[in-house]
């Protein structure tokens, strides 16, 4: 079981930067698989990036080369570093433990261009 508080969405305008952060409760953090995925109005949700225990990750085609994720595993968090953001970067984005099938409750990003 996993607990999951995401923070740092936000306003920022076309080509800026944003640090989103998930926090997770419980003393597995270290054997969870983590994802960030994202959902755009009227849009179905989409895998962004994930990170599993050995620090592997994988991207979505859309943000590669600006988004990179990370994970701390002593502060049970993790990261995404989203640069050069886009309109189209705009939406709520949610953190998932895949290994717990769990989620946070999302954090707003809206990009103005």
């Known amino acids: 079981q996993v607990h999951l508080v995401e923070s740092g969405g936000g306003l920022v305008q076309a080509g800026g930067s944003l640090r989103l952060s998930c926090v997770a409760s419980g003393s597995t953090f270290s054997i969870n698989t983590m994802a960030w995925y994202r959902q755009a109005p009227g849009k179905q949700r989409e895998l962004v990036a994930y990170?599993?225990?050995?620090?592997?990750?994988n991207y979505a085609d859309s943000v590669k080369g600006r988004f990179t994720i990370s994970r701390d595993n002593p502060k049970n968090t993790v990261y995404l570093q989203m640069n050069n953001l886009k309109s189209e970067d705009t939406a709520v984005y949610y953190c998932?433990?895949?290994?717990?099938?769990?989620w946070g409750q999302g954090t707003q990003v809206t990009v103005s261009s």
């Open positions: 998932k433990s895949m290994t717990f099938d769990h």
């Open positions: 990170i599993n225990i050995g620090g592997s990750t």
